[in-house]
C-alpha cells in the first residue's frame, strides 16, 4: 500500500527528502479512514510550515528549503558470492540452513557488536550432527556500521540462493556455503558436515506358515529417526504384525537391525521398501 501512495501521490512534492513524510502519513490516514487513493492525495498537508501543495512544494512560508532533512540511508550493494563448491563433507539442506539464518541474523541484531577478543560474530549450528555449520560476520574495529536482522538474512540469502543451484548432479539443492561482501561486513557460511557413510542394506527372511518373519540390517541410512521411515515404507507392503527397530553395530559394517513380520510373498515388496527409505538396492 505504502508503495502505491508513494506512485500515486507523487506529484503532492518535488523534495524527494519529504516525500516519505508524506506518503508514510496518508497511507495511516487512508487505513484508519478507510479512505480511498483518490481521496488520500487530495489531502491537503502541512508539516511545520511546509505545504505540499504549493508550486515550490518542500519549501517553507519564509521560502528556504527543508533539504536539510536526513536523507534516507542507503544499503552497501553486494558483491557476487563466492561459493565454497563442493567439499568433502557431506553438504547441508536448503531447509535447514535457512532456518539456522532466520536464528543467527536476529541474535546478531541483538547482540550488535563483535564476539569478545574477536574481529568477528560467529555462531554454530547443529553441532555433533552431519548439518554442523558456522554462519560469521566479519567487519573491521572501529566500524560504525550498524548489524540489522533484515541485512544479515539478505546477505546470507545470497550465498544460499546464489550458491550450488541449477546443478543436474545436486537435484535436492544441498549448500556447500560460500562467502559475500556487503559494505564493510562479510557474510561467511561454513559447512562441516561429516563426510557421507558407505550405505549398506541386508536383508533374510523365514517362512513361518502364516506370515513371513524379516530381519532388515542397514548402515548409512535408517538410524536418524529410529527406524519411522523405514517402517513407513514396510507397511505398503502389508500389514505388519511386529516390528522392532534396534540401533547397534556388527562386524558386517550395520549400524541398526529391524525385526517384523508381513503377509506372505512379499519379500519383492521389502527389498523395494528398503531401497525407498535411502538403502541401496536390497534383495531378501
Known amino acids: 500500500m505504502v508503495k502505491k ?8 512534492t518535488k523534495d524527494q527528502h519529504v516525500k516519505a513524510y508524506v506518503t508514510d502519513v496518508l497511507t495511516k490516514w487512508m487505513e484508519t479512514d478507510q479512505k480511498s487513493i483518490k481521496e488520500a492525495c487530495d489531502k491537503p498537508i502541512d508539516k511545520d ?38 567439499v568433502t563433507g557431506k553438504p547441508v539442506a536448503r531447509s535447514v540452513l535457512a532456518a539456522n539464518i532466520d536464528t543467527y541474523c536476529v541474535e546478531a541484531e541483538k547482540q550488535g557488536v563483535q564476539d569478545a577478543g574477536s574481529g568477528s560474530l560467529g555462531r554454530p549450528y547443529n553441532a555433533d550432527t552431519d548439518e554442523h555449520l558456522w554462519l560469521t560476520m566479519t567487519w573491521p574495529a572501529g566500524s560504525t556500521t550498524k548489524i540489522t536482522a533484515d541485512a544479515c538474512k539478505s546477505a546470507m540469502g545470497l550465498i544460499m540462493n546464489g550458491c550450488d543451484g541449477n546443478d543436474p548432479e545436486n537435484p535436492t539443492n544441498l549448500k556447500y556455503g560460500g562467502k559475500v561482501q556487503k559494505g564493510e561486513v562479510e557474510y561467511k557460511i561454513e559447512v562441516f558436515g561429516t563426510p557421507p557413510k558407505e550405505i549398506k542394506a541386508g536383508c533374510d527372511y523365514t ?7 524379516f530381519w532388515i540390517w542397514g ?7 529410529g527406524g519411522k521411515k523405514l517402517r513407513e515404507e514396510l507397511s505398503g507392503c502389508g500389514a505388519i504384525t511386529s516390528y522392532e527397530f534396534k540401533n547397534g553395530g556388527g562386524a558386517d559394517g550395520r549400524e541398526w537391525t529391524a525385526n517384523l513380520q508381513l503377509p506372505l510373498g512379499t519379500k519383492g515388496c521389502v527389498g523395494r521398501a528398503i531401497e525407498s527409505a535411502g538403502g541401496p538396492p536390497t534383495k531378501c
Open 5 to 12: 501512495v508513494a506512485n500515486e501521490c507523487e506529484k503532492l
Open 49 to 86: 510550515g511546509v505545504n505540499f501543495r504549493d508550486e515550490d512544494a518542500g519549501k517553507k512560508a519564509d521560502g528556504t528549503s527543508t533539504s536539510n532533512a536526513p536523507a534516507a540511508a542507503t544499503e552497501a550493494p553486494a558483491s557476487a558470492p563466492v561459493c565454497a563448491g563442493k
Open 207 to 213: 517362512y513361518q506358515g502364516v506370515f513371513d518373519e
Open 219 to 225: 548402515a548409512g541410512f535408517g538410524s536418524s529417526d
